[in-house]
């Protein structure tokens, strides 16, 4: 069955660096596109990065461009999300889900559990 592992999260302080990851499995990972949401405490989910099937092209919140880097590496069936210069306001759980549909109407299908990131001092 499909299943999505993310992984990396943790307590770090303002200005450092975090690398998530979600690892997949019960699928071709290859052939699907995907994206990071995040959930902040007492607030709606928010799409974070989205990704193609390839990698070949990636899209970004405002709030998160020039700080986040989106990949994925499907010979591992994994995809990552490198954190720079977090901010307070980064804290959330992070999770990662998979895309289906033809581009431009996908839709969200499977999600992982999530990853706790906490930024403070």
């Known amino acids: 069955q499909v299943q999505l592992v993310e992984s990396g999260g943790g307590l770090v302080q303002p200005g450092g660096s975090l690398r998530l990851s979600c690892a997949a499995s019960?699928?071709?990972?290859?052939?699907?596109?995907m994206s990071w949401y995040r959930q902040p405490p007492g607030t709606e989910r928010e799409l974070v990065a989205t990704i193609t099937s390839t990698g070949g092209s990636t899209s970004y919140a405002d709030s998160v461009k020039g700080r986040f880097t989106i990949s994925r590496d499907n010979a591992k069936n994994t995809m990552y999300l490198e954190m720079n210069s977090l901010k307070p306001e980064d804290t959330a759980v992070y999770s990662c889900?998979?895309?289906?549909?033809?581009?431009?109407?996908?839709?969200?299908?499977?999600w992982g559990k999530g990853t706790l990131v906490t930024v403070s001092s």
């Open positions: 019960g699928f071709t990972f290859s052939l699907y596109a």
């Open positions: 889900t998979r895309l289906s549909g033809p581009r431009g109407s996908w839709s969200e299908d499977y």
